[in-house]
Structures are given as C-alpha cells and as structure tokens.
C-alpha cells in the first residue's frame, strides 16, 4: 500500500473470484438468456449487487475497483449521490412521459443544457444546437445518420477502420469489425466507406507538437478520401475523435482539423461520435475540443445520464432543420425517447460534470499512470504501446503474442481489478476508471496492472525456455 492510502479504496476479496453465489448464477443464466450476450466460458464473469463510487461489490460480498466505469458509463462514479437524488425525485413525479405528443419538463430542460453545453458554448452564443434523444448509443449515431441523409440528400459516409459505432443495422453498417458485420453483411446497407483511421506512435505522443512525424499518413489519408469522393456520392464522415473499443487509439492532432476542412471544402456533415470519450474522459468536456473543431453533429450517451439508458443526437440548429416538423408524426423517435427519468439523470450527471470536472485533474492522473506504466513495464517485449489521454488509457500488446488482454482481465479481477480487453483482436487493455478516482488509487492500479503484465510476460518466457 502507498504511504496514506487507506484500506477504504482498495479491493477486499472474501471468496475465489468468481465466488460460489456468482457462479450459481451463471448457471442459471446459461439457460435462459441468449447465448450470444454474457460471457460464460472461462472463469464466467462476477455478478454485480451493489456499486458505489469508484467500487463494485458482488453477489458474493467481493469488493472490487472498477477500472472501466461499466463501458465508460460511471466517470462520474457509481451510484453518484446527486444523480441518485434527481432521479429519486424525478420518480415521484413522473416516471415515463409521453416523449414526442405530451413531453415532460425534465426533457425540454435537457434539450435546452445540451444546446448548451455544445454548440452555444463552442459558438459564444452565436450558435444553438437542437437535439434528438435517443436511448442507446448506437440510435444516437442512427440518428445522426438520418439527419446527414436529409440535410445532404447523399447516401454515402464515410467512416474508419476500427470504428465502433454500435450494433443496430444501421449503426453496425458504420462498425467496422468483421465479426459483427459479417453474419448480417447481407442486410446492411452498403452506404459505408472505410478508410484507415491514423494513429500516434508513442514516440510521436511523446514528441507532443511535432506533426511533421504525421504528414506523410494524414496526406495518404485525405487522398484516399478524396478518392471516394471522386467515385462515390457522401454526405458525411463520421468518426470517433478518439477511437475507444479498437483499443483507445489516439489520432495525430492534425487529423480532425483535417477532416473539418475536407467536410468544408466538399459540402459534407461532420459527425462526432463522443459516446465513449465525450463528458470528460478525455479532460474536456468533448473529445473534439483537443483539436478545436466544432462538428456539425455530435452523439452522446453513456456518461451523459452516468447510469440510465439515453443517447442524443445534437446538431447544429441550421443542420437540424433538415427535419420535417413533426404535424403528429415524428419520423424519428421512440416509447421511450427523452425518458423523464433519464433525462433527469443526465440533468444532475452534467451539473456535476459544470461544477466538478475541472478539479478532477484527469489530464494529470491520466499522464501519471501512462508514464508510471511505462517506467514500469519498459522492455517488455509484448508490450506494444502505452497511451492515454485523460483516462482513456489503452496498453496495447502484440496481437498474436502469448501476453494476451483477456488472460490479463481475468488475473486482474483476481486481484480484485475490474478491466476490459479492446480492440478487434482484443490485443489492448482498456483502463477507463470514474474520472474521481484518486490519485493513490490509481497509481496502485497501475502497479497491479504492471505486475499482473509482468507475472504474465516471465510466465510465457518460461515456456518458451521448456
Ligand atoms: C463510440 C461508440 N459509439 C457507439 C456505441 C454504441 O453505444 P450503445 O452500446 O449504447 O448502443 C459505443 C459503445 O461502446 C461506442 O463506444
């Protein structure tokens, strides 16, 4: 333990993990959920009874340190006690609205803060955004699909190699991994355009400000877009500012400024997918902001409500008005789009993001644990890179080496650490911890993670040596 850290942040285990309790429980969900959505195979997962802060306990009365803010859902921390209260207040009320004939206030209110929050402040107040709730991820970038269609009238968009954007057909058209695509390649709808998505080497991350290392791939990049454009009619790019499931891969700086002025030059919509790295993750309140661009569209959900499922699409009010007003049918919406409970959550999740963020100092605590990983895990031979921004942090291994993310997942979670592999070939360890986990916290984290590498590292060595 670190000199003052207090046995309150760490993991206290009581059983093996996963315990008795978890294990009879996936028993149980083996025979009646679909196969294809919890894994049971391996060590089979724990199942979670409780989750406050930065800790998850489970069924079994293990406590854990959750490094992945349940899919980058909790930066704010589990259970957040403001949020807690709005939505206990909110249910008093009114639980469920009728969204697009009779809304709630809740919903008008959260249209109103997320104009705000993104367009209006971007602008100074030139600018206003309108928005479309959704209730998962992927309807948000659905959505934002539909808009670019209407406001454009062109088909094609052009999207990234890696890119995650969600799993509804028209989401999962934009997706890049062949293993979601491939046994419904049939039915999607062939209006993507993949081009390679840029990354910073970490050589180049470290040399922070010198973009002539970028040059050469961003101009390959632009002229295989423009390529596209030349055969084929877009409407949009859609992209991830930074690429969250292919393994927090961090673009050059100049990449998104690039995209902005392609989308200028040739009358395209850019469109931000912040889903995983908006709210704070990457210590701005939007991903974009590293490069100053301001996007056309942006999709939001998971931190946004911290804990409810709702998602929104927010345009430009200009690019917005591609819609028909509704005369009593919308043409895009759903039972439970702006879910007043939801939207209260997300109410209380963005007034803590205004008055809290800035003192989380996620930028710092973010260098801190790339560099102590690095000082730690410096030449091993697996290990391919280590980055971050903010706390979206990736640690990423050779992909067919015998170091291999899921393996490391589960030795983690034995130490009481909850991580995720990422990445198409899970060859990245995601860290994506509640942006107020402390400083000591972390730092122990990324010992554990070190030696949890380390341990797996000599073991393969070993057997190598046999
Ligand atoms: C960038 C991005 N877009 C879209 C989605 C889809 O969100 P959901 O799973 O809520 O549909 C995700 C989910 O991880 C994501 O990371």
Redesign the pocket.
Known sequence: MHKGQTMNDLPVLRTKVPGPKSRTLARRLRRHEAPTVTCLTGKGPIFWKRAEGVHVWDVDGNRFLDLTSA??VASLGHSHPEVVAAIHKQSALLCHGMGDVHPSEAKTRLCARLSEITFERWSHGRCGGQALLCN??????EAALKTAMLFTRKRGVIVFEG??????YG?LETTWRRDFRLPFAEQLGGFAEFVPYPRQSSAAADRAGAPTAEIPLLSAIEGQILGVLRRREIGAILV?PF???AGEVIPPPGFIPMLRRICDRHRLLLIA?????GFWRTGRWFAVEHSGVTPDLI?L??ALSGCL?I?ACVGKAGVMAAWPVSQGEALHTSTFGGNPLACAAALASIRQFERRAASWDVTQKGAEFVGELRRLLAGNPWVRDIRGVGLLIGIEFAANGPVQPPILCERLLDRGLIALPSGSRAEALAITPPLCMDARTLSWAARQTAEVVSGATSAAIKRRVR
């Open positions: 899919f980058g998962s991820g992927f309807e948000a970038v890119a995650y954007h969600g799993l509804g989401a991830e690429q969250g499931r997918d912040e889903i995983y790295v999709c959900g998971k499922p998602s």
